[in-house]
């Protein structure tokens, strides 16, 4: 939302430079022609009227999110209000389709809605029974809603999770981030070791060897 606003207002400037600059040109034309220059309200009025032009696209664009139910947060990104929006309806129109409600929940994480991505999850649940990957999904919506913090209740769906896929990759990079945030290094390397020893696991490698790179240097500093 903040980046629709800054490039609204960057494009209003640089159009109101552009009138007032044609207004100037415009009577330095008109002295050495000997006739009345136009008034300085000119541009003046015609910057307000583009001022409210801006202001009616605006409404329309940066705030079209609440046109639906009030559940979204005004602060959240237009482009994830708008992958928000379209996921639900999609599930009002297919409300048994997972593939449906598994975007929704990503999207609804992806905005910052956690615990609206965990009713979403609960949802997907109830259709598809115990699922590795939706419930890791869950696990870390759980941790983000919670202000992340593991609490017992997603310690204990991290257990389910991993007890149906040992190396379900959302499961262990929450178990990684979480040890690296909390200062615990050597338990992170070995979550993120763990996905990389797995050959068919969906992951960034490079961004794990990385984030050992950087878990291992902090392990240096701290002399452990």
């Given at each position: 939302m903040a980046s629709l606003?800054?490039?609204?207002?960057?494009?209003?400037?640089?159009?109101?430079?552009?009138i007032f600059w044609q207004h100037a040109r415009l009577n330095q034309r008109q002295t050495l022609a000997g006739e009345s220059q136009v008034s300085h309200g000119v541009p003046v009025l015609c910057s307000a009227l583009l001022l409210l032009l801006t202001l009616a696209i605006y409404s329309q664009t940066g705030r079209y999110q609440d046109w639906d139910t009030g559940k979204l947060d005004e602060n959240i990104d237009y482009l994830v209000a708008a992958d928000i929006t379209k996921a639900l309806r999609l599930v009002d129109e297919?409300?048994?389709?997972?593939?449906?409600?598994?975007?929704?929940a990503e999207a609804y994480s992806a905005g910052g809605l956690y615990a609206?991505?965990?009713?979403?999850?609960?949802?997907?649940?109830?259709?598809?029974?115990?699922?590795?990957e939706v419930l890791g999904a869950k696990a870390n919506a759980l941790y983000y809603r919670d202000g992340r913090q593991m609490t017992a209740e997603t310690q204990a769906l991290i257990a389910q999770t991993l007890a149906l896929a040992p190396f379900e990759p959302q499961t262990r990079m929450l178990q990684a981030n979480d040890a690296y945030l909390y200062g615990r290094y050597q338990e992170a390397?070995?979550?993120?070791?763990?996905?990389?020893?797995?050959p068919r696991a969906e992951i960034n490698r490079e961004a794990l060897l990385n984030a050992i790179g950087k878990a291992q240097s902090k392990l240096n500093e701290s002399g452990y």
């Open positions: 606003g800054f490039t609204i207002a960057l494009l209003f400037s640089g159009f109101v430079a552009w297919q409300p048994q389709n997972p593939l449906a409600l598994q975007a929704l609206d991505a965990v009713q979403t999850l609960d949802k997907l649940l109830a259709l598809v029974g115990e699922d590795a390397i070995d979550h993120w070791q763990a996905l990389l020893a797995q």
